[in-house]
């Protein structure tokens, strides 16, 4: 059993920054893949970021590539999420997910894991 605990969410304005983190426990955290996704009222659940095991892979959705920054720290169990230039238009809960093997994966399926979300709302 994995349980994943996000914060560091919160109301920003357009064009601000948060970061959020994932802390993972149960588990040897360094041997699997991980995953931020987000959720916006009435949508589906969609990808956001992902990184492997060691972190020499991250994935991004094009809706965040060069704003958003996954990152993990294995001694602390924790992965990031460094989130700039806030859009109105990322206001949603966001997820960290656990993947059972080291490779990444884009798709909500692939993930074992999951935390209970972190709300994040971007004003205009």
């Known amino acids: 059993q994995v349980q994943l605990v996000e914060s560091g969410g919160g109301l920003v304005p357009a064009g601000g920054s948060l970061r959020l983190s994932c802390a993972a426990s149960?588990?040897?955290?360094?041997?699997?893949?991980m995953g931020w996704f987000r959720q916006a009222p009435g949508k589906e659940r969609e990808f956001v970021a992902a990184?492997?095991?060691?972190?020499?892979?991250?994935y991004y959705a094009d809706s965040v590539k060069g704003r958003f920054t996954i990152s993990r720290d294995n001694a602390k169990n924790t992965v990031y999420l460094q989130m700039n230039s806030l859009k109105p238009e990322d206001t949603a809960v966001y997820y960290c997910?656990?993947?059972?093997?080291?490779?990444?994966?884009?798709?909500?399926?692939?993930?074992?894991?999951w935390g209970q979300g972190t709300q994040v709302t971007v004003s205009s």
């Open positions: 997910a656990v993947r059972g093997i080291g490779s990444s994966s884009i798709m909500p399926r692939s993930y074992d894991y």
């Open positions: 149960g588990r040897t955290f360094s041997s699997y893949a």
């Open positions: 990184i492997s095991s060691i972190g020499a892979n991250t």
